[in-house]
């Protein structure tokens, strides 16, 4: 006569030595693999990162004699920094002692939380980058002089505030697009990493709502 | 870590840890990482554990925990997810156990959702429904319908397996 499942696990698990712990090896150093875990480590690294990278074009500017630019972009950041550092203590909080539900439903809550919060950083930070790299380009490259010269032997070309108007309005024209987009394109890259783990999660999620109902 | 605090406290429920690893890992390499991140967790966890539950009873629900945000190493994929759907039949892990019933019941049991695993295994275990509930946070009274409907889906994967 066939087993039930439960005699099966039950006299599968008689003998003791059948559970054999694998080694375990300089637990203390180990790095974890912990989706949490990861994400304080990648965030941690990202804080030093632009905590460096802010101090660097602050005074890489300033000696360029451009301190507004460099501030600007210290700025834009810090406000990274800033964003991170929250992101990061919302996550340090995420306690595994929780039942499981409670546990998944803080996780998803935390990586909503960096997702929207990324998504409106995402809003200033890509067209802020693109105005660096404008910035770059009208400051400090010499082929910007020559452009400009030609440009300006054109008699019909309209300035504004010094600038030929074709460019103000290209520039704006991107400016905006990124910022319009600057929410979706965030997105989008926090998914393609995070994706699958995120619709997993809501899977997860969704199956133990019904046993909660 | 301590290996006396291994040694003491986490060694004598090893059994706990494997037999839910063993349910969440496709083979050896995968399964040794999921053992040891649930004793790095444990470790690192041990001082919020705050007795209001059986120390086993805690670290069933810290293992399923971890197995159900382990970052699965995945050679193939850069994108290191945590449960990724493995059709079982490249699972490589036939042979984990002595007892080949057990095998083929842990083949069964990898096949449901990640949620229905961890259901089965607490009644496996013999873990009360009130106990099942309070490790998932879940409802208890709707555990015992979800046993029962897990127990007919992993009867029918078994008889399907045989024939």
């Given at each position: 006569m066939k087993k039930s499942i439960e005699s099966t696990w039950k006299d599968g698990f008689l003998?003791?030595?059948?559970l054999v712990a694998p080694k375990v090896n300089d637990l203390y150093n180990r790095k974890s693999n912990d989706i949490i875990d990861q994400f304080q480590k990648r965030f941690r690294i990202n804080i030093i990162v632009l905590v460096g990278l802010s101090l660097f074009v602050l005074v890489f500017y300033f000696f360029k004699g451009l301190p507004f630019v460099g501030l600007s972009l210290s700025v834009l950041f810090i406000i990274l920094v800033v964003a991170g550092r929250k992101q990061l203590a919302a996550l340090k909080?995420?306690?595994?002692?929780?039942n499981s539900y409670q546990y998944l439903r803080a996780f998803d809550t935390g990586l909503k939380t960096i997702v929207s919060d990324g998504a409106r950083i995402g809003r200033v930070l890509y067209p802020g980058m693109f105005l660096f790299v404008m910035g770059n380009f009208l400051f400090?490259?010499?082929?910007t002089d020559e452009t400009l010269v030609n440009i300006m032997n054109d008699p019909d070309t309209y300035l504004y505030h010094g600038v030929p108007i074709l460019w103000v309005i290209g520039v704006a024209i991107i400016t905006s697009l990124l910022s319009y987009f600057g929410k979706r394109i965030y997105v989008w890259d926090f998914k393609l990493v995070y994706g699958r783990v995120m619709k997993k999660l809501n899977r997860t999620l969704e199956d133990m709502e019904e046993l909660i109902d | 870590m301590g290996s006396d605090f291994y040694t003491s406290s986490i060694l004598p429920f090893a059994g706990i840890i494997i037999k839910i690893c063993r349910a969440y890992t496709n083979n050896q390499e995968d399964f040794e990482d999921y053992y040891q991140e649930v004793c790095l967790q444990i470790w690192r966890s041990?001082?919020?554990?705050?007795?209001?539950?059986e120390w086993s009873t805690w670290i069933y629900r810290l293992s399923l925990n971890v197995c159900l945000t382990y970052l699965r190493k995945n050679?193939?994929?850069?994108?290191?997810?945590?449960a990724v759907d493995i059709?079982?039949?490249?699972?490589?892990?036939?042979?984990?156990?002595?007892d080949e019933s057990i095998n083929e019941l842990y083949r069964a049991i990898r096949q449901l959702s990640d949620i229905d695993r961890a259901v089965i295994l607490l009644y496996l275990e013999e873990l009360s429904y009130q106990a099942i509930a309070d490790i998932i946070g879940t409802n208890p009274n709707n555990i015992g319908v979800r046993i029962k409907r897990i127990k007919q889906r992993l009867n029918k994967i078994l008889s399907m397996e045989e024939s």
């Open positions: 003998k003791e030595e059948m909080n995420i306690d595994k002692n929780q400090l490259s010499p082929k | 041990k001082d919020k554990f705050r007795r209001e539950s050679k193939n994929n850069r994108h290191h997810l945590t059709p079982p039949e490249v699972i490589d892990e036939s042979r984990a156990f002595e």
